[in-house]
């Protein structure tokens, strides 16, 4: 520990670290390191309760002390959002990463927050089943914060997101209060949905301790082809017919690139009749020449986007769009990459989701995500920047908010009065 | 009610969007569930967004609680009215606004009767999936409060699977947009929050629906087994088997000789009867329906009949749809009941309901979407018996009681209302509950909209902003603020 750090961390009023580490273990707070930082922002202390009681307890100490609180699973997605406008202590869920219960025969499994997606596709596929969710970095990436980041991927489109998957959820409050709402079972209308409340919103709300979620089965079979198009037009040509087919395809993605012709893959899961049957299908859709089968799986394309060599000149940012503005979409980030010197590459899902990669000068991916923001907030759709240079000017992670900001501002405002809770890092200063 | 009030309102809708006589007004003193009954003060017929708006607005100024109502079909006492409040039908805001095919999109008044949409894009392959067994009467507007499922949710999702977007109009008049027509707008996924909310948090005025491309082919498979057991324990393997069917529907023999007697669907006469449907590419159907057809054997069907026709088909779900009001073809009452439990706590559910049965002398129907677990027990009584009717209210909710015992839920589609509020503490505990009552107050800090419903005891919301006045709940006495 430097000197620095030292003297950050006697801030805190040494009666409250005691109440703190007679809760939780002298082991599990310590000061926090440089690598704790979040976009230069330094937290004191990191707390690692051991269960969602202390963690509420901790919580609720912080909370009355006025100490601004991160909630961290690990790490893979902590800069997303706005930097935090304070954070005083990081308030980790790796140590409650346990499997509560895997109900198989009822296809539900109810999972501690800090686990990782992995260790539970693992025991899950013990009985054939998955959490059909294809989110970033599973061998890390916790359940808390992939529910906090709403991070879902290609299999959205058959499977929806998390939205669609929890069934349940406990959060912590800054008060201490540990609330359930949901439950176990997959259909159940009893009381406010606040699985969905709590998903996507950046741990802003309450920390989730734990979730349950509704489960599928693993696919008997599957197969990928890739279908290549000449232009972003064809390429969205192909998606929309498509999706306006029988097909009853899993998946469905298009990059775009400066450098090569759009490609689609289409992802088939089933028996081998019905996967044959839709392949014949899909040939009569595009072009049987541009139609080949895969040879290696393309369905985590958006850890190649994020697997940039120089994060000092590269900015990621989500997008969503609906599918026919695809090709204007592409198009036009294709013109400010191009007007700005800047190279890119496009993931975009048939759902309208999709992912953005541009690299260069700061200033001029600035620019060029200024330019493609306003045009699709133009169109009812979003930019949400996920990754940027710590040099590029600042801009806001989200962008404009709606007409729903005020209310979106009373939610956190009952649950999270005192603002303890990531703040400034979601919509509008939330 | 203040006369200068009722002159506000009909200046806004109209002498015939405003019905206040009391003989008009007895048509909605309850909804779907009749043995709740509050007559409401006036009803209002709105035509638009904004009317509805107006109106809230006056309702916020006066502190007058108010009860949206879609088709009134609700069977857990959502539209009941309250005491000294009013009614908001929108059931003239019934247009679809808007079909985008390309985008799978479809943007409808919350007045639109759920079928009415399908019938709408059906000409281009399409259908809208949530199918409550009312969707021949009931509105998407109802739907989006009570979070509608039906037998296809299973494969397809429930009503918030399908609502992308809202306009609302809040408890204080203000209108506001839900999410949107992309998916993942930035921010707090409030509409996630509405769908469900039984018309507490405010008024949804406009709807964005995703819809779905109809699938290559439908088959539906009917099982006869001996007991509900033997069907369950199929089921069982299905799931096993790793399938995903459209839907799962089991019925128990009563509920057989109900549906029969009503609309003759030809059904098996037997202990326990499975209902599969699967969809998808034909060859896959065909593959998984040889592997259906082999469980149930297996798990002792003594006959099996795939429908051969849409015709049959249509035929086998509308024994199924119309099963609660045939109940009516073999007892003068009944109530519905719409539990949840875990799908493999069925043998023993059921065992538990037969035991309540025949201690308290009530026949109880069973008709359930078996694939997720969510049962119907229809308890059948005879009002004109003195005390039969307390009886079988008492049986609906051991009955609840055992399913929150199983770890399951008090309500799968139909809300809880104002019938099941006082189950709502049995399965939630006091800061599950406190939890959503501050989200309820973030919408809606006078609790105007739908008061009364859900929460199991009144309470009121803290540091209500603006100048204070008494909620109608406190000035009767009912309630007291903390």
């Given amino acids: 520990m430097d000197a620095a750090t030292k003297s950050e961390s006697a801030v805190l009023h040494s009666a409250l670290r005691y109440k703190i580490i007679a809760l939780v273990g002298n082991d599990h707070v310590h000061a926090s390191l440089a690598v704790d930082a979040i976009a230069d922002v330094q937290p004191k202390l990191v707390i690692e309760p051991g269960t969602e009681t202390e963690l509420a307890a901790v919580i609720r100490l912080l909370n009355e002390a006025g100490l601004a609180v991160i909630p961290r699973g690990s790490s893979t997605k902590i800069s997303w959002g706005n930097p935090p406008t304070r954070a005083d202590i990081i308030l980790s869920t790796a140590r409650f990463n346990q499997i509560i219960e895997h109900a198989w025969a009822d296809l539900t499994v109810t999972v501690q927050a800090g686990c990782t997606l992995q260790k539970l596709q693992e025991t899950l596929a013990q009985h054939g089943q998955r959490l059909a969710l294809d989110a970033l970095w599973p061998e890390k990436a916790t359940v808390g914060g992939i529910l906090s980041t709403n991070d879902s991927g290609a299999l959205r489109l058959r499977f929806g997101a998390l939205r669609d998957l929890i069934i349940g959820v406990t959060i912590a409050l800054p008060d201490g209060t540990l609330a359930s709402s949901g439950g176990k079972v997959v259909k159940n209308v009893a009381g406010y949905d606040l699985p969905k409340l709590v998903t996507g919103a950046l741990g802003t709300l309450g920390v989730i301790t734990r979730a349950s979620f509704r489960l599928h089965p693993l696919p008997l079979n599957s197969r990928t082809f890739s279908v290549l198009s000449a232009d972003a037009e064809q390429a969205q040509t192909f998606v929309l017919a498509v999706q306006d087919s029988r097909l009853a395809h899993t998946a469905l993605q298009s990059h775009f690139s400066d450098e090569n012709s759009p490609v689609s893959e289409i992802l088939f899961e089933g028996t081998e009749a019905g996967l044959a049957a839709q392949e014949k299908q899909l040939r009569t859709l595009a072009a049987p020449a541009n139609v080949v089968e895969a040879s290696v799986s393309p369905w985590t394309a958006r850890e190649s986007l994020w697997a940039f060599s120089d994060p000092e000149t590269t900015a990621i940012a989500k997008i969503s769009i609906l599918p026919t503005t695809m090709t204007p979409a592409i198009e036009l980030l294709a013109k400010s990459a191009h007007a700005h010197q800047l190279r890119w590459k496009a993931l975009v899902y048939a759902t309208g989701v999709g992912c953005v990669r541009l690299e260069g000068d700061p200033g001029a991916l600035h620019a060029a995500l200024e330019i493609l923001r306003r045009d699709l907030e133009g169109r009812n759709s979003s930019l949400v920047v996920l990754h940027h240079p710590a040099k590029m000017p600042a801009l806001d992670a989200w962008g404009a908010p709606g007409d729903s900001l005020p209310l979106m501002k009373s939610v956190k405002n009952r649950l999270d009065p005192k603002g303890t809770l990531n703040p400034g890092r979601f919509l509008g200063g939330i | ?482």
């Fill in chain 2, 1 to 482: 009610m203040d006369p200068r009030i009722i002159s506000e309102l009909r200046a806004i809708v109209g002498e015939r969007g405003l019905i206040s006589s009391p003989e008009e007004l007895h048509t909605y003193e309850c909804d779907g569930l009749t043995n709740f009954r509050v007559m409401p003060r006036a009803v209002l017929l709105p035509n638009s967004a904004e009317q509805v708006q107006a109106i809230v607005r006056i309702c916020h100024r006066e502190r007058l609680p108010f009860v949206a109502r879609g088709s009134g079909t609700g069977l857990s006492g959502g539209a009941l009215p309250v005491e000294n409040g009013i009614v908001i039908s929108l059931a003239r805001m019934n247009r679809i606004l808007e079909v985008d095919f390309a985008n799978a999109r479809a943007v409808v008044e919350p007045g639109v009767i759920n079928l009415d949409v399908t019938a709408r894009i059906q000409h281009n392959g399409y259908f809208y999936a949530p199918d409550p067994s009312s969707q021949s009467v009931c509105s998407i507007g109802g739907n989006v409060a009570e979070n509608s499922g039906g037998a296809h949710c299973l494969k397809y999702g429930f009503t918030t699977t399908h609502v992308l977007g809202l306009e609302v109009v809040l408890p204080d008049g203000e209108m506001v947009h839900l999410g949107g027509k992309t998916l993942d707008a930035p921010g707090y996924d409030l509409a996630g929050v509405f769908v469900g909310s039984e018309g507490t948090l405010g008024i949804a005025t406009k709807v964005i629906l995703r819809i779905v491309k109809r699938p290559e082919c439908i088959r539906t498979l009917l099982a006869a087994f001996p007991s509900t057991n033997e069907a369950g324990a199929a089921v069982s393997g299905i799931i096993a088997a790793g399938m995903l069917p459209a839907a799962i529907e089991m019925m128990d023999n009563l509920a057989i000789q109900a549906a029969e007697a009503a609309v003759h669907p030809n059904y098996p006469n037997c202990g326990g009867l499975l209902l599969v449907e699967l969809d998808g590419p034909v060859a896959e159907v065909e593959a998984l329906m040889t592997h259906v057809d082999e469980i149930c054997r297996s798990n002792g069907a003594w006959e099996i009949r795939v429908a051969q026709s849409d015709a049959e088909r249509a035929l086998v779900w509308k024994g199924r749809k119309s099963a609660f009001a045939a109940v009516g073809r073999i007892s003068p009452n009944y109530i519905v009941q719409d539990g949840v439990i875990p799908r493999t706590a069925l043998p023993q559910v059921m065992s538990e309901i037969d035991r309540l049965s025949q201690e308290n002398g009530l026949r109880v129907a069973n008709v359930f979407h078996a694939g997720d677990g969510n049962l119907h027990p229809l308890v059948l009584y005879d009002r004109s018996i003195p005390g039969q009717e307390e009886a079988a209210l008492a049986l609906s909710y051991k009955i609840l009681e055992l399913c929150i015992a199983a770890g399951g839920s008090i309500t799968g589609e139909h809300g809880v209302g104002e019938e099941k509020k006082s189950m709502m503490s049995k399965m939630f505990a006091e800061p599950d509950l406190n939890t959503m009552h501050r989200v309820r107050c973030a919408f809606d800090p006078f609790q105007l909209s739908n008061p009364t419903k859900v929460f199991p005891t009144p309470r009121l919301c803290g540091e209500t902003p603006g100048e204070y006045a008494p909620h109608p709940l406190e000035t009767a006495g009912i309630a007291e603020r903390f």
